[in-house]
T-cell receptor
Framework: DTAVSQTPKYLVTQMGNDKSIKCEQNLGHDTMYWYKQDSKKFLKIMFSYNNKELIINETVPNRFSPKSPDKAHLNLHINSLELGDSAVYFC???????????FGPGTRLTVT | GENVGLHLPTLSVQEGDNSIINCAYSNSASDYFIWYKQESGKGPQFIIDIRSNMDKRQGQRVTVLLNKTVKHLSLQIAATQPGDSAVYFCAEKGGSSNTGKLIFGQGTTLQVKP
């Protein structure tokens, strides 16, 4: 009965690899987000989708590509991973673009 | 520019005391503010929010105060408990934008001493 779930919880990979993180919400929300939390706990939005349409695209390298196959899913694909991509990535969802955001448990990505 | 920040990185309080966590923001056009709690190894959890047409809002053991004159937001936790130990973030959403872009502050670590 988890509201916002992410897989995997931990991801360790080498530089140059391509990896994906998956997010699913069962709240019936229209809007989903990806955030990046760095080693100093600073949280910054990366992307937002509303009804499968991209509405927020912050200054993120184009190695990062979100994909929303349906309203309940927002995946994040990262190409050519770099050391600086190491962080915790959080997915979130909200009823609409102005609603409260509910966060998933996070995916800790470590690039070696 | 946009900046949401916290005055103190770490706050240590005795169990049972009241805690006050502060936040400063610089975007006077922001109209919605939220406090999140993040426990170790978990995602941020919504605590309480306040819109810019209010200056105070109360929840269960928590109160948020908004002072738009000095662009200051605070979270008060009454009778702090060990389970309140976490990192607390303020976030703002701003102005005329209808998108859900939240801007987060750096976070304050609350340590509750038994």
């Amino acid at each position: 009965d988890t509201a916002v779930s992410q897989t995997p919880k931990y991801l360790v990979t080498q530089m140059g690899n391509d990896k994906s993180i998956k997010c699913e919400q069962n709240l019936g929300h229209d809007t989903m987000y990806w955030y990046k939390q760095d080693s100093k706990k600073f949280l910054k939005i990366m992307f937002s989708y509303n009804n499968k349409e991209l509405i927020i695209n912050e200054t993120v390298p184009n190695r990062f590509s979100p994909k929303s196959p349906d309203k309940a899913h927002l995946n994040l694909h990262i190409n050519s991973l770099e050391l600086g991509d190491s962080a915790v990535y959080f997915c979130a969802s909200s009823q609409d673009e102005r609603g409260k955001q509910y966060f998933g448990p996070g995916t800790r990505l470590t690039v070696t | 520019g946009e900046n949401v920040g916290l005055h103190l990185p770490t706050l240590s309080v005795q169990e049972g005391d009241n805690s006050i966590i502060n936040c400063a923001y610089s975007n006077s056009a922001s109209d919605y503010f939220i406090w999140y709690k993040q426990e170790s190894g978990k995602g941020p959890q919504f605590i309480i929010d306040i819109r810019s047409n209010m200056d105070k809002r109360q929840g269960q053991r928590v109160t948020v105060l908004l002072n738009k004159t000095v662009k200051h937001l605070s979270l008060q936790i009454a009778a702090t408990q060990p389970g309140d130990s976490a990192v607390y973030f303020c976030a703002e959403k701003g102005g005329s934008s209808n998108t859900g872009k939240l801007i987060f502050g750096q976070g304050t670590t609350l340590q509750v001493k038994p």
